[in-house]
């Protein structure tokens, strides 16, 4: 029996007040400080939902025999390392000599397994503020924001070169989103500061403006030691010691190739009992097989033999298997994220770090498009919903990356971090007893009644559904009449309000005060070096 239109007016009227009032609490939420979805607030994600098997048995293991080929018969080639090829001279490995400084080292089937055996399947990496330290691996997830760009971006400035005052807001916007979990490392590029020197600003900013975990220098073995240095000075050597605290981001050279830098970082990390993540950075029918799977069996092989390194110098170290798998457009050469032949090999990542009992970084908030718009969201939910289903435990480009990585945005940054509050409702799954399945809500008031006023709806109304901080649901009207404002202009205006109104975690004047006395004597020991 159709409704009369005197009831459906009703309801829509209700719905309107309804509408008005979630409205105008949410803005006064916003005012106050308190934000939204504070139900959801977390220091790192414990999901609640299963991850997505994508290949059986039998294909899995064809993908790690052909790892496992790739070590035994091709090998990976090291350079200017020779410590690090007699540590693994010393455990089996078959090392052929190159030239003076390159060498050849082939692996039995089943050696590097062996060794990743003492890796950690999860640990926990403590942030200055214990509240806000995070749990890597298992069920558990991290989001960090995006890391490496030369550039930055935004509506008023456009595309420039970053300095550190970029920086020092990126870090200041990570700790000030509730839906990420880690402060990440090298945000952007300060390019205003020498390049043997920034990596003690970087270090410093983390610290000063976040009071979350964070990543280090990796660029230099001595910067690696500075930024584990400067963590000694905050939290003690002894506990330090004891405890990671700082992690590296490390990248081998595809194909099959670990260069010096990165192994001597890797195992400056790992004697003193840091974390280190292992990165193939792949770019199909570049750098591997254009094909996913080939593509996903030499990155699995690169990755766990930087992650068994770590096992050598000192076993039981934190270590991060990852994978970065990009396709590319070989009619121009040009690398293109966020499609879906590499989220399919995410997917296939996490089943292989789940076998091995490794955590994993993968995945993320990928984007080529050059503009904060729809390519570039279509693109970071393709490339972000492998990272969730996938089961990933460490997803460093959360938020910002924008024109392949090359150029940090900010307008993005505030679009992603609320698509990551969205994924902090969605991880938690459903859970289904008699009060969820809300029977008393429609016995409460019957058919054809609304249930606006039920005790069922209003136990609920604040928790039952993700409140975007940035998306505008008003019908078109109240839209139009509003300005009719973009996402662009409204994630402009949001990053701006959160840097006026930003205020610094807590941090000991002692404490600084050491730390800037050992980035002083640090610069005053080199001559600025700008490449």
């Not at 790192?44 to 294909?59: C, G, H, Q, V």
């Not at 064809?62 to 693994?88: H, M, N, Q, S």
């Not at 392949?404 to 859970?431: N, P, R």
């Not at 249930?451 to 839209?479: C, I, K, R, V």
């Amino acid at each position: 029996m159709e409704q009369s239109v005197d009831h459906v007016d009703s309801n829509e009227h209700r719905v309107g007040r309804a509408r008005n009032r979630g409205r105008a609490a949410r803005q006064a939420s916003r005012m106050d400080g308190a934000g939204q979805n504070s139900h959801l607030k977390t220091p790192f994600i414990s999901r609640k939902i299963p991850t997505y098997d994508l290949l059986d048995e039998e294909n899995l293991i064809k993908i790690e025999k052909a790892a496992d080929t790739i070590l035994a018969e091709i090998g990976i080639e090291f350079r200017e390392d020779p410590e690090t090829v007699e540590l693994f001279r010393k455990a089996g490995g078959q090392v052929t000599d190159i030239s003076a400084e390159a060498w050849n080292i082939k692996f039995e089937p089943g050696m590097i397994r062996e060794l990743l055996k003492t890796a950690p399947e999860r640990f926990t990496q403590h942030a200055r503020n214990p509240a806000k330290s995070v749990e890597i691996g298992g069920d558990a997830m991290v989001f960090a924001p995006a890391y490496g760009s030369p550039f930055v971006m935004d509506m008023d400035k456009g595309r420039r070169y970053g300095t550190l005052d970029d920086f020092e807001n990126f870090v200041k916007l990570a700790q000030s989103s509730p839906w990420l979990h880690h402060s990440g490392g090298t945000i952007c590029e300060p390019t205003d500061i020498p390049v043997n020197k920034r990596h003690l600003d970087m270090v410093y900013a983390h610290i000063r403006y976040s009071d979350r975990p964070f990543l280090g220098s990796i660029t230099a073995p001595e910067r690696a030691e500075d930024s584990i240095e400067m963590c000694r000075i905050l939290f003690s050597s002894e506990f330090v010691d004891q405890n990671c605290v700082i992690m590296g981001n490390f990248n081998s050279t595809s194909p099959l190739v670990w260069d010096g830098i990165s192994t001597q970082g890797i195992r400056a990390y790992a004697a003193a009992g840091q974390g280190s993540i292992h990165l193939p950075f792949l770019l199909g029918g570049a750098v591997c097989p254009v094909t996913m799977p080939g593509a996903v069996a030499q990155g699995l092989a690169e990755s766990m033999v930087g992650c068994a390194l770590t096992q050598l110098v000192r076993p039981g170290a934190p270590a991060i298997l990852a994978s970065f798998l990009s396709s590319m457009s070989l009619r121009s050469g040009s690398p293109t994220f966020g499609t879906p032949e590499p989220a399919l090999g995410s997917l296939v990542m996490g089943q292989l770090a789940r076998r091995l009992k490794l955590p994993l970084r993968c995945a993320g908030n990928f984007a080529t498009s050059k503009l904060p718009d729809g390519q570039a969201m279509v693109q970071a939910m393709m490339s972000m919903m492998s990272a969730v289903q996938g089961g990933v435990n460490y997803v460093l480009h959360s938020a910002g990356f924008l024109d392949g990585l090359l150029s940090m945005s900010y307008e993005k940054f505030m679009m992603d971090t609320d698509l990551c509050g969205a994924l902090h409702a969605y991880l938690e799954g459903l859970e289904i007893n008699d009060d969820t399945l809300g029977i008393s809500s429609l016995r409460e008031g019957g058919p054809g009644q609304h249930m606006f006023g039920t005790a069922h709806t209003l136990s609920h109304y604040e928790t039952a559904y993700w409140d975007t901080e940035l998306n505008d649901d008003q019908p078109f009207e109240s839209w139009s009449e509003q300005g009719g404002d973009d996402a662009m202009i409204r994630a402009n205006r949001r990053w701006k309000k959160i840097l006026a109104g930003y205020q610094a975690p807590y941090l000991d004047e002692d404490t600084d005060a050491a730390l800037l006395d050992f980035m002083n004597r640090r610069k005053a020991e080199m001559k600025d070096a700008w490449y």
